[in-house]
């Protein structure tokens, strides 16, 4: 009788750690909705940066449009406008290296500096990276298209020349 006794507890016990081991794996299936949101801004920017590598193959063609000459063009033209040259000019190595256009990061920094400084507000719905998007993707883009430049405020008492 004492055997079956020591049998029974065996048996709840081994029931109870089964029971316990699966304690963390209910507790992880908790945090996983926690973690929802961070993963749902991550899936959204993943499909931006997606949908602007397809805008550029339907707009450019050619070289210019293949993902890593947009990756690195557009870093390269951001970097240039930051004074980052010596970054930039590595970065201008592996582009040239992919067989990607030089001219057209000339031609998309050109169309980022005409349009002028950027708002210094940071609420500014305009950033850096849109800007030199939208001149990678149309970069003799005409100043009537471009959004305004920030205007500078002149001191008091003087006179624009």
């Not at 920017?45 to 293949?66: C, T, Y």
């Not at 169309?111 to 400084?117: A, D, E, S």
Request: charged share 20%; with cysteine.
């Amino acid at each position: 009788m004492a055997f079956l006794g020591a049998r029974n507890r065996l048996a709840l016990l081994g029931a109870a750690l089964l029971i316990l081991s699966g304690l963390p794996a209910w507790a992880q299936g908790g945090e996983q909705k926690q973690q929802d949101p961070k993963a749902a801004d991550a899936a959204k920017g993943d499909q931006k940066k997606i949908d602007e590598f397809a805008e550029a193959i339907r707009v450019l063609g050619g070289p210019a449009s293949n993902p890593e000459c947009v990756w690195l063009g557009r870093r390269v033209v951001n970097l240039m406008w930051r004074d980052d040259l010596d970054t930039a000019f590595r970065h201008l190595d592996l582009y040239d290296r992919f067989g990607c256009p030089g001219g057209h990061i000339q031609a998309s920094f050109r169309c980022l500096v005409r349009q002028g400084q950027l708002d210094p507000n940071p609420k500014a719905q305009e950033t850096l990276g849109a800007r030199v998007h939208a001149c990678w993707i149309n970069p003799t883009m005409d100043q009537a298209s471009a959004p305004p430049p920030a205007q500078a405020s002149q001191p008091a008492g003087t006179k624009p020349q």
